[in-house]
């Protein structure tokens, strides 16, 4: 039977899918929504002490791309399933949101309880300043929250400000608290391992990237309504960034880490936690596709452990860290090996080789993939996108 429950700086959640801060933990009828939608905890919007302003239009989808191929085929893996000659990919969404536009008082008085009636764990989500937290730490507390994550918001290369909210949080509140760190941090392996020493239970990895700007070629006009028309990126397009992120923190650290950053399915959460992630937070997938993101990648989780012969979640957290090479694994090209009962005759590595050393030769069952070994690169990019895994690197050229 397996088991992805996990167990957090002392808190039990039933499975490690949160919803992160931001809109759809709005209020505490929204957080009812993401646990009735199969979250194994749920985070509350952050607050702080004045209620934001909010620009509008403050949330856009980022345009999607389109990959072009010759002929028709099926994915069926990652992203979506298409069996059409347009892919189109999603790239992410782009927002000016700001903390929680409801006072914090509401949040004490009423929002944190319609949250608790889930029974699911609640962490509360505060900011910014060393002050600030020292006044609603307190209080959060007394509402009845399990956790306080404090949003440490867009860092540069000095860590003092951090630890002196880290420290100042520890101070004044005795639950756990989990530092939400930016992928603006120069070294964040640095910034984790000051606010490890400075109290924090666990890090929270990654906020959104930016600033970003995104025009409609239409009008010639930003599609945000924040100063500059800029905004911050969050979605598919910065989840290699978020894992980079996620596993220098979990080498550098021995507290918890929760991974952020363009979760769509079960295979990115999993991509996560070998990354060294102990759960998850989702926010754009959520907003794009509902509440009921969080059972779905939760099963997906699920059904992937069965299907590798895996008990539980500790059984690949941090599976990829022993992985990561100190230097390059090699420097000459070889070419990788084709198991023909696994292609399909998409011919999409034929379309993606930019050193035209693949062909495809034949028909129907006498089609087979040819590689030029004098040609090929060796450069990986036929089989990062073969749908099939019919290319494949064998594991003494890796």
């Given at each position: 039977m397996v088991n992805i429950s996990v167990k957090i700086a002392g808190i039990e959640f039933r499975n490690p899918v949160m919803n992160?801060?931001?809109?759809?933990?709005?209020?505490g009828e929204a957080l009812q929504e993401v646990a009735k939608g199969g979250a194994g905890g749920?985070?509350?919007?952050?607050?702080?002490?004045?209620?934001?302003?909010?620009?509008r239009p403050c949330m856009i989808v980022v345009d999607r791309g389109e990959l072009h191929f010759s002929g028709l085929f099926a994915l069926q893996e990652r992203l979506v399933r298409v069996t059409r000659s347009t892919l189109k990919v999603p790239r992410g969404l782009m927002n000016v949101e700001l903390w929680s536009d409801l006072p914090y008082k509401q949040w004490l008085e009423k929002e944190y309880g319609v949250a608790k009636m889930t029974g699911l764990p609640l962490i509360a989500s505060i900011g910014y300043t060393a002050d600030e937290v020292m006044k609603l730490g307190p209080l959060v507390q007394r509402a009845g929250v399990d956790a306080i994550e404090f949003s440490t918001h867009y860092l540069g290369a000095d860590p003092k400000p951090v630890i002196e909210v880290t420290k100042t949080l520890r101070e004044v509140v005795e639950i756990p608290i989990f530092a939400k760190l930016s992928p603006h941090a120069v070294d964040i392996a640095m910034f984790a391992k000051a606010v490890e020493a400075?109290?924090?239970?666990?890090?929270?990895?990654?906020?959104?990237?930016g600033p970003c700007l995104h025009i409609d070629?239409?009008?010639g006009k930003p599609l945000l309504g924040g100063k500059d028309g800029?905004?911050?990126l969050s979605g598919p397009a910065i989840k290699p960034l978020a894992i980079r992120c996620v596993a220098d923190i979990a080498r550098t650290v021995k507290i918890s880490v929760v991974g952020v950053?363009?979760?769509?399915?079960?295979?990115?959460?999993?991509?996560?936690?070998?990354a060294g992630a102990s759960a998850i937070q989702v926010c754009s997938g959520a907003i794009l596709e509902g509440p009921t993101i969080y059972r779905r990648i939760a099963d997906e989780i699920r059904g992937f452990l069965k299907d590798h012969g895996y008990d539980s979640i500790e059984d690949i957290r941090g599976m990829a860290l022993p992985y990561l090479p100190e230097k390059p694994l090699r420097t000459e090209a070889i070419p990788p090996f084709v198991d023909e009962n696994l292609c399909k005759g998409c011919k999409i590595c034929e379309q993606v080789c930019s050193y035209h050393a693949i062909k495809l030769?034949?028909?129907?069952?006498?089609?087979?993939?040819?590689i030029d070994e004098d040609k090929c690169y060796g450069c990986g990019l036929c089989v990062s996108i073969c749908p099939t895994r019919a290319l494949v690197f064998k594991e003494d050229t890796r």
């Open positions: 992160a801060a931001g809109p759809p933990g709005r209020n749920l985070v509350a919007k952050t607050i702080s002490v004045n209620p934001a302003e909010v620009p400075a109290g924090a239970d666990g890090i929270v990895a990654i906020n959104s990237l070629i239409e009008t800029f905004g911050w950053g363009g979760i769509m399915n079960g295979a990115d959460a999993i991509e996560h936690i070998m030769i034949g028909e129907g069952k006498t089609l087979k993939v040819v």
